[in-house]
């Protein structure tokens, strides 16, 4: 019985996103963002692999880059332009994070802000400590919602 009511559950779930995404604006590609202000980088790269999915006013971005950060224990940052404009107004309207197989500090990934002094309020910023000055390819996601104009 419980089984069957997981299967309703999630029938309805997949009936109503079909349905909610038939009124609203739906579009997933490849994009390639303009990396800037970058802090503590002696070099990244594979900035082309990119992608993102749009569903109404909801976008969600992932994706590979390489960073090579220029000294150990050391801040490194960069802010990353967005497919969709996200006209923040505050630092939680975006955020998600990135992996590497070979480091267990976090890595965050958030909406920028312009008292932040780097970029825009159509930016992200990549945050994380450096534990090497290796060339390494992070493996990110981050979510954010359109915010009105």
């Known amino acids: 019985m419980r089984i069957f009511q997981k299967m309703i559950s999630r029938l309805m779930l997949v009936t109503f996103l079909f349905v909610a995404s038939m009124s609203v604006v739906h579009a997933e590609d490849e994009y390639t963002p303009t990396v800037d202000h970058v802090t503590n980088v002696t070099s990244y790269g594979n900035v082309s692999d990119f992608y993102y999915y749009r569903v109404g006013n909801s976008v969600t971005v992932w994706g590979t880059i390489e960073i090579q950060s220029s000294s150990t224990v050391a801040m490194t940052k960069m ?9 923040f107004t505050a630092h939680y309207q975006a955020s998600g994070g990135a992996f590497n197989p070979g480091i267990t500090r976090a890595i965050a990934i958030g909406s920028t802000m312009t008292t932040d002094g780097m970029g825009d309020n159509n930016t992200v910023t990549v945050a994380f400590l450096a534990p090497d000055t290796l060339l390494r390819i992070y493996y990110f996601h981050f979510s954010y919602a359109i915010q009105p104009e």
């Open 79 to 87: 802010t990353l332009s967005l497919p969709y404009a996200g006209h």
